[in-house]
């Protein structure tokens, strides 16, 4: 049986499942930070215009929130549920990238291989290593850099056509020189895989990673539309009216984005990477570590994610999008933290914007002040916009800061920015002897500004600086 048929009769018994999960698993966040990331999440549609929004929250290392916001369709208006799946785009690749490190824990290819061991007609092909195709630095060009879909996109290919197309051009640049995003990367990482496993990348996936995982909901968009029972993808021209997306045809996602699923599968993913459950520890290292470029500059990518620091802790991160959705997928295995956001528009933020904004909701506990302290900043910076501050709470070297020309510019700056639309920590930390905390502002407009404090062992704010974000 072809695997997406194969999943496909596990549905039922998944949908069951997922559907009784929240409100026993729902319980261990508090109704505050429920509450929070349900506004969160329903300003976030509100202020971008998506339809809808489907969201996973991991705590613990456990699912503990599952909720859907919005309409998964506009005619006949459908309500989105969490059972239904949404395309995931590029999150994809990180399956792709655990298909090698299996292939290599396998002994059936090293990332540091050539890609002509494989596929030797590709340029350059005894020069780039399967390593600098996962963490796009092998300087093959994009075939797919726009963010919508060109007529030819709309007619099925092969993955050898794209390969022919575009990994048979010159190079960008030097292997390992320069990192520049590439979905051609990924489609040849693909071939690599059905070449090494001598299996069709579905089916090593099913077989190796979502059926022991669990992940019953996966479909893979790549060969056929989403079901009448999922979203309609949307699309919108500037600010006009929202339009069904075009769908891509047949092939050009081919490893690179063909994933769909419900926002709980991709959460039963990133558990999985918390819990180094697929792989081995050296796998999970190569994962999630950086690629370094020759000249020893950082790539802030390792191998199908982005490596970076968030609200103070290692983050795991990528967005995806394909023709009518995004997504984001944020994981701190550090923490056993995750957050999913799944979007049904492309060209749209609201998925990036819901995720990184439920991140710090869920990180202050690192900080058991936060509550008390988020208030006082929001009060200062309130005081701020009028020119005004409660000198009482600051150390004298903070009050001869806070002259009557500093209070002046204060108050001319971020007058006119109005109330905050969002106001949160997202970082704490240590810094000459006092404690650092770090808050992201956000305006009616977009317009972001950070503000940092330096308090002091008896309480005092030695510092509180706003600048641009």
């Given at each position: 049986?072809?695997?997406?048929?194969?999943?496909?009769?596990?549905?039922?018994?998944?949908?069951?499942?997922?559907?009784?999960?929240?409100?026993?698993?729902?319980?261990?966040?508090?109704?505050?930070?429920?509450?929070?990331?349900?506004?969160?999440?329903?300003?976030?549609?509100?202020?971008t215009g998506v339809p809808s929004a489907s969201v996973a929250v991991v705590k613990d290392g456990q699912i503990v929130y599952v909720k859907a916001y919005g309409n998964a369709r506009l005619e006949p208006r459908t309500p989105a549920t969490p059972n239904m799946r949404y395309?995931?785009?590029?999150?994809?690749?990180?399956?792709?990238?655990?298909?090698?490190?299996?292939?290599?824990?396998?002994?059936?290819?090293?990332?540091?291989?050539?890609?002509?061991?494989?596929?030797?007609?590709?340029?350059?092909?005894?020069?780039?290593?399967?390593?600098?195709?996962?963490?796009?630095?092998?300087?093959?060009?994009?075939?797919?850099?726009?963010?919508?879909?060109?007529?030819?996109?709309?007619?099925?290919?092969?993955?050898?056509?794209?390969?022919?197309?575009?990994?048979?051009?010159?190079?960008?640049?030097?292997?390992?020189?320069?990192?520049?995003?590439?979905?051609?990367?990924?489609?040849?990482?693909?071939?690599?895989?059905?070449?090494?496993?001598?299996?069709?990348?579905?089916?090593?996936?099913?077989?190796?990673?979502?059926?022991?995982?669990?992940?019953?909901?996966?479909?893979?968009?790549?060969?056929?539309?989403?079901?009448?029972?999922?979203?309609?993808?949307?699309?919108?021209?500037?600010?006009?009216?929202?339009?069904?997306?075009?769908?891509?045809?047949?092939?050009?996602?081919?490893?690179?984005?063909?994933?769909?699923?419900?926002?709980?599968?991709?959460?039963?993913?990133?558990?999985?990477?918390?819990?180094?459950?697929?792989?081995?520890?050296?796998?999970?290292?190569?994962?999630?570590?950086?690629?370094?470029?020759?000249?020893?500059?950082?790539?802030?990518?390792?191998?199908?994610?982005?490596?970076?620091?968030?609200?103070?802790?290692?983050?795991?991160?990528?967005?995806?999008?394909?023709?009518?959705?995004?997504?984001?997928?944020?994981?701190?295995?550090?923490?056993?933290?995750?957050?999913?956001?799944?979007?049904?528009?492309?060209?749209?933020?609201?998925?990036?914007?819901?995720?990184?904004?439920?991140?710090?909701?869920?990180?202050?506990?690192?900080?058991?002040?936060?509550?008390?302290?988020?208030?006082?900043?929001?009060?200062?910076?309130?005081?701020?916009?009028?020119?005004?501050?409660?000198?009482?709470?600051?150390t004298d070297n903070a009050n001869a800061y806070f002259s009557e020309q500093a209070l002046k510019d204060f108050a001319t700056g971020l007058a006119p920015l109005g109330a905050p639309q969002q106001f949160v920590q997202v970082n704490q930390g240590l810094r000459g002897g006092?404690?650092?905390?770090?808050?992201?502002?956000?305006?009616?407009?977009?317009?972001?500004?950070?503000?940092?404090?330096?308090?002091?062992?008896?309480?005092?704010?030695?510092?509180?600086?706003?600048?641009?974000?």
């Amino acid at each position: 049986m072809h695997p997406h048929r194969l999943l496909h009769c596990f549905a039922l018994v998944f949908f069951l499942l997922c559907l009784s999960l929240p409100a026993s698993a729902q319980n261990q966040l508090s109704p505050e930070i429920r509450e929070k990331i349900d506004k969160l999440a329903t300003e976030a549609l509100a202020r971008t215009g998506v339809p809808s929004a489907s969201v996973a929250v991991v705590k613990d290392g456990q699912i503990v929130y599952v909720k859907a916001y919005g309409n998964a369709r506009l005619e006949p208006r459908t309500p989105a549920t969490p059972n239904m799946r949404y395309s995931i785009g590029s999150i994809s690749k990180q399956f792709t990238a655990a298909a090698i490190l299996l292939l290599q824990e396998q002994g059936k290819l090293s990332l540091d291989d050539k890609v002509a061991r494989f596929i030797p007609n590709l340029t350059r092909a005894n020069e780039v290593s399967i390593r600098q195709l996962l963490s796009h630095t092998s300087g093959y060009q994009d075939y797919w850099p726009q963010d919508y879909v060109m007529p030819m996109m709309l007619q099925p290919v092969t993955a050898q056509r794209i390969m022919d197309l575009w990994a048979r051009k010159p190079l960008d640049f030097d292997p390992g020189t320069k990192w520049q995003y590439s979905n051609t990367n990924y489609v040849i990482a693909g071939v690599i895989i059905e070449r090494a496993s001598r299996k069709p990348l579905l089916q090593f996936l099913n077989e190796r990673i979502l059926g022991p995982l669990g992940m019953m909901s996966v479909a893979n968009i790549d060969q056929e539309k989403l079901g009448e029972q999922d979203p309609v993808g949307y699309m919108r021209y500037a600010l006009g009216p929202l339009r069904p997306a075009p769908k891509e045809g047949k092939g050009w996602l081919f490893a690179a984005g063909e994933l769909a699923m419900t926002a709980a599968d991709l959460a039963r993913w990133d558990i999985s990477i918390m819990d180094r459950k697929l792989l081995k520890p050296s796998s999970y290292r190569q994962l999630g570590t950086e690629v370094l470029l020759k000249n020893g500059l950082a790539t802030h990518y390792g191998l199908g994610v982005s490596v970076n620091t968030e609200a103070g802790s290692r983050a795991l991160s990528h967005g995806g999008e394909v023709s009518g959705f995004t997504a984001e997928n944020i994981v701190f295995p550090d923490k056993r933290v995750a957050i999913v956001a799944l979007t049904n528009q492309d060209a749209a933020g609201a998925s990036g914007a819901i995720a990184h904004g439920i991140a710090p909701l869920l990180l202050a506990a690192d900080d058991p002040a936060m509550p008390e302290k988020l208030e006082q900043a929001k009060k200062i910076f309130q005081g701020l916009q009028q020119g005004k501050i409660d000198r009482s709470l600051f150390t004298d070297n903070a009050n001869a800061y806070f002259s009557e020309q500093a209070l002046k510019d204060f108050a001319t700056g971020l007058a006119p920015l109005g109330a905050p639309q969002q106001f949160v920590q997202v970082n704490q930390g240590l810094r000459g002897g006092m404690i650092s905390r770090s808050y992201r502002i956000r305006f009616a407009n977009n317009k972001l500004l950070r503000a940092w404090t330096y308090e002091m062992p008896n309480g005092k704010l030695e510092q509180y600086q706003v600048a641009e974000n």
